[in-house]
Structures are given as C-alpha cells and as structure tokens.
C-alpha cells in the first residue's frame, strides 16, 4: 500500500528540534518534506552534535537525528526574488511549519493571512515556546526554559535535588508530537472540506498537558505536586529498588501484584503485615517498606528478578543505558533502527530511529539519508518551472 501521507508536501521552515521532529514524523509516513533553509548556514542543528568534525561540515549528530527522508532546499526568504520563489513553493504545498518567534512570518510578508491568499487549502503550523498570543508570546525558548515554566523541573529529582531538568528535550520533542498530531487532524478535514488552517503550537501548554495527573491532583483534589524521586504517588511499593546488582524498577500497583511480588521475593508474610495490607498505608510506610523488599532483592541481579518478576504478571525492568536499550534484543527485533550506509558530508554509517510504531500496509521510514545543505535546490526549482538559465540566475543574485 501506499504510505499514509504519500503525495502530501511539507515545507519545513524549522530548526533545531519541536519543528524538525514534527516533520520527521511525517517523513517517515511517505510526506514528501522540503526543508527550506537559509543559504550559506541553514538549520542551526547542523552545527550541534557530540562530533566537531560533523559540526564543521553541516551534517552534525542533532540535525542527522530527525532530517532523514527529507529534501533540502536553500531560499532567502528576505531577498525579494526569494519570496517570489517561496511563494511559488507554496502554491505546490499541503503543509507550512515553522518555528520562528511569533509574528517574524508576516514581517517577511509570509504569514498565515497573506499565504492563505495562495493556497487557501494550506495547513499551516506555527510551533512556538508560549504560543502566538498572551504575554509571553514573544520570549525566546528553548527547552530548559519551558521544562522549568511548566512546572517540569519542580516535579522531577527528589526533595534534595530538585528542581531537575528532565534528561532529555522534552518539552521540544512533546511540542513536535503534538503539532504532527494537529496537523494530521487537519489533513483529514482538509480531505473532506478542502478548507485549510492555522494551528497555533505552544511548547508550555503542549508540555503542561502531558503532566494530566499533576494538574489533576492539585486543581481538583488540592494537593501541590513534589518530586518524589523516581517513587510512584499512587502506588508502593512503586519505583526503582535496589538489587544484588543493578537497579530495579517495579510497579506493583494493583493489590495482586503487590501480593505476588510478595511471594516471589520469599517475603510472603509482608502481604499480611497490618502495616502494609492497605494501598494508602503502604503510601504513607513506603521508606520501610521499601527497605524490607531490598534486602530480598539483594540475593539475585536485577536482570534475573526482572525475569521471575514478569513471569508472575509483575511489571519489572532493569534500568538500562542508552547503548544498552539499544542494543537490547526486543528493540532489535522490532527494528526501531534504521541504517544508511552514509550521508552527504558524512564518512560513516548514519543509523536513524524510525516511528515509535507499526503499520500492517508498511511500517514508517526515511526513505533517503538527511540531505545536505541545498542538495535539491535546482531539482526543486526545476520541478516548480525554472529553466536552467533562471536557476543560475537566482543563485547569482543570492535568491538561493
């Protein structure tokens, strides 16, 4: 079958990572994405990476991580014959994103009210820190800022270390989800209706809204969330434990479970123990509680509890390192990983993840390695009607 967005195309005016990560999921779905980028530098991810020598040469480690499938083209979108070239470009498009501060679109004359006057079908996607109105619209944002304003950093460590910024960007990548996620829904209707949209994209409230159970407990129930370390709130014994060697994470949440992994440790006695028969006492005793466990825990690994845990129907998993997960069989199996032999400017295996799931008529993935800076400049003006005398002749005049 044909992939999901086959014949759909994405202009892919971002960078660095919410806006390029939104568009990467579509690549992997069969959209045929264009990234326009600015002659000379282009995305800002293409100098970030853990390899120098990548950074150097525009094809560093963060831009590889979420540009594959994709097709590069080079635009000034400040020169007047390069919007006139940009705006030929939308009237081929299905889609807009981008990740500029709000307003900076329609300074250039580009916005969603001037671009809707050319293709009144486009779906147009702004992704932006704090949305396009309210009082912080026009800050500057990157992820940490975001992880700390949502409520994100209070929430993560323990009573000593927190605030924490999560590992990860998170709030950049949520910001992508959920902005491929808008855009999809308006593709549906656009199929139906052939109207278009403008879809507003907060990083803050699309991370806020992830935090459901947080939210929850304090705007209904009245109770302010605190980190609680890598512990469960609704649940003990929850969260990671000690081993013989190598940490551990249970979650035996159901009252079964809790019996269960009772008896699996050779601590039955502790499922009849007045102190912990209840959930909320077991809450409130969950230092104690913990303790009794570990010192079971001790006589084996984690990997090997891991094994026994599961096969009693008690959720269980060692915690691993990025090598490890990576390297383990289950994620091989599945085949998260996908591997070009190399890319433009780059010496080596480019191996890329793919989507977080799979499809019966085909599973998602980049159809090319990411592309260098400009490389399908003069294939994509051709294909919009330039001649060859009128490519050379922008490029000239700095238009691409």
């Not at 990548?54 to 480690?61: E, F, I, S, T």
């Not at 990548?173 to 656009?190: C, D, S």
Request: hydrophobic content about 40%; charged content about 20%.
């Amino acid at each position: 079958m044909s992939p999901l967005l086959d014949k759909i195309r994405v202009l892919d005016l971002t960078n660095v990572l919410a806006g390029p990560f939104c568009c990467y999921q579509m690549a992997l779905l069969g959209a045929d994405v264009i990234k326009v980028e600015v002659p000379g530098t282009g995305d800002l991810a293409r100098q970030l990476g853990a390899d120098p020598d990548l950074n150097k040469a525009l094809m560093g480690v963060s831009f590889l991580a979420q540009n594959a499938g994709k097709r590069s083209l080079t635009v000034n979108l400040k020169d007047k014959v390069g919007k006139a070239v940009f705006r030929r470009l939308v009237e081929s498009a299905d889609v807009l994103v981008e990740n500029f501060r709000p307003g900076v679109m329609d300074r250039l004359g580009l916005g969603w009210s001037a671009l809707k006057e050319i293709k009144p079908s486009l779906v147009y996607c702004a992704i932006s820190g704090f949305g396009q109105t309210g009082p912080l619209h026009g800050n500057p944002a990157y992820d940490q800022i975001v992880q700390g304003l949502a409520g994100v950093m209070s929430v993560t460590g323990d009573e000593n270390s927190a605030p924490l910024r999560v590992g990860y960007p998170v709030a950049d990548t949520i910001g992508g989800i959920t902005a491929a996620f808008a855009i999809a829904a308006a593709l549906v209707r656009r199929g139906r209706t052939g109207e278009g949209e403008f879809i507003d994209v907060s990083m803050l409230e699309s991370t806020l809204v992830t935090m459901g159970w947080q939210v929850s407990n304090y705007l209904v129930a009245h109770v302010q969330p605190r980190p609680i370390g890598n512990e469960n709130m609704t649940a003990s014994p929850s969260g990671t434990f000690a081993t013989g060697s190598g940490p551990l994470n249970i979650a035996a949440n159901k009252q079964e479970q809790f019996v269960a992994l009772c008896a699996v440790i050779g601590r039955p006695e502790l499922a009849t123990d007045p102190r912990y028969v209840d959930r909320e006492d077991r809450k409130k005793r969950r230092a104690e509680l913990k303790a009794e466990i570990e010192k079971a825990l001790a006589r084996k690994t984690a990997k090997e509890w891991s094994v026994l845990l599961n096969a009693k129907g008690i959720p269980a998993g060692e915690v691993l390192s990025i090598p490890q997960v990576l390297e383990h069989p289950h994620i091989k199996e599945r085949g998260l990983v996908t591997r070009f032999p190399g890319a433009p400017g780059v010496d080596r295996e480019v191996p890329v993840v793919r989507s977080g799931f799979k499809l019966a008529s085909g599973d998602p993935e980049p159809r090319s390695p990411p592309p260098a800076l400009g490389a399908d400049t003069e294939v994509l003006l051709a294909e919009l009607g330039y001649g060859p005398d009128e490519i050379r002749a922008l490029r000239d005049g700095g238009a691409v």
